[in-house]
């Protein structure tokens, strides 16, 4: 599922821009628009990372020419994956 985020520059509140994230499991995608999301993610930020990582908050230092340049935190809240009975 592709959901619409808000970001905003940390020393400029007011300047915000509009971007799309979404999850595959193991990596977060954010990118400027829908169309970057057309086989061009170069424009795109990625974070990769496995369940547990994801389950303690995982925090990655991201930068994309021209688009995001930051930390990008993201934690997954789910249930845990089930062991063999």
């Known amino acids: 599922m592709r959901v619409g985020v808000s970001l905003r520059e940390v ?9 799309l994230a979404w999850f595959d499991g ?7 628009d829908e ?3 057309d086989g061009r993610l170069e424009h795109c930020v990625r974070m990769v990372g496995h369940y547990g ?17 930051g ?5 997954f809240v ?3 994956p089930r062991r063999g009975r």
């Open 11 to 19: 020393k400029r509140a007011q300047h915000r821009h509009v971007a």
């Open 26 to 32: 193991q990596q977060v995608f954010v990118c400027p």
């Open 35 to 37: 169309h970057s999301t």
């Open 53 to 69: 990582e994801y389950r303690q908050g995982l925090v990655r230092q991201v930068e994309s020419k021209a688009f995001l340049r």
């Open 71 to 75: 930390s990008l935190r993201c934690s």
């Open 78 to 80: 789910g249930r845990e």
